[in-house]
């Protein structure tokens, strides 16, 4: 079975979290774009969705499913996103798509976080893939700095803007430990609007699409 295959069946099986009504909080990725395409097929059940990113909008639309400002809706009974990786606490690191501040936003907005993902992104330490920070432009290189200090390596993406007009600084070298802490350290550099770390708001249910199926972890 393919990756593709597996995140498929991982986003297909999120369809068991949507309850009639629901506005649903739709994130970004290959496995979220296959989240969609699945959506598609019940949305005269949903009311809409919220999406995380300006891509993940056009492909609902694309698909006659409504997108709500986030500032018109109430809390979101659920949020369906992908991840770079999951720990078995499923704190995840997020953001390689570079939509991870609004996407933390909509995880923050919702009640429940379904992240489905193929079976790949489990992982028993978090930091292998280069964790991603949004930075206001002028601050790349005083964040870079810090970011040094805290161990890592960052790496400006090239030829990025993030859909709220920020750069990513792509942080490789870390071995994290303490996702929670890292991740408040972080986000309280100046100039960095966040990071990719969701410990603080991990994922409730991990679906994982496997050669065996599909692997819940709560
Ligand atoms: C985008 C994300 C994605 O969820 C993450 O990069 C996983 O992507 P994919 O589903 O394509 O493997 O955080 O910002």
């Known amino acids: 079975m393919t990756r593709d295959e597996q995140k498929k069946q991982a ?13 649903v909080g739709v994130g970004t990725g290959s496995t979220a774009n296959f989240f969609i395409d699945a959506l598609a097929r019940i949305k005269h059940r949903i ?7 300006e891509a993940s909008a056009a492909r609902l639309k694309g698909h006659g499913i409504p997108v709500f400002d986030l500032n018109a809706v109430d ?6 996103d992908g991840a770079d990786e999951s720990n078995h606490y499923l704190q995840l690191i997020k953001g390689g798509g570079g939509a991870l501040t609004r996407e933390k936003i909509v995880a923050a907005a919702s009640r429940k976080f379904v992240c489905v993902a193929d079976d790949s992104k489990l992982v ?3 930091g292998k893939f280069p ?4 930075v206001i432009p ?8 810090e970011l040094v200090k805290l161990g890592g390596r960052p790496v400006l993406r090239d030829k990025f803007v993030t859909d709220n ?3 990513i600084l792509d942080v490789h070298g870390l071995t994290i430990l303490d996702a929670g802490t890292l991740e408040a350290d972080i986000n309280n550099l100046a100039g960095v609007v966040t990071n990719g770390l969701f410990a603080r708001r991990p994922a409730d249910v991990l679906l994982l699409g496997t050669a065996n199926g ?5």
């Not at 964790?131 to 949004?134: G, Y």
């Not at 002028?138 to 700095?145: E, F, G, K, Q, W």
């Open 214 to 218: 599909v692997r819940t972890l709560t």
């Open 131 to 134: 964790l991603p920070i949004e």
């Open 75 to 80: 809390e979101l009974p659920v949020y369906v």
């Open 47 to 53: 009311e809409g969705t919220v999406a995380s990113s």
């Open 11 to 23: 986003a297909e099986a999120a369809l068991d979290h949507i309850d009639a009504g629901a506005v």
């Open 124 to 126: 028993d330490v978090l």
């Open 138 to 145: 002028m601050a790349r290189s005083y964040v870079a700095r």
């Open 165 to 167: 007009g920020n750069v």
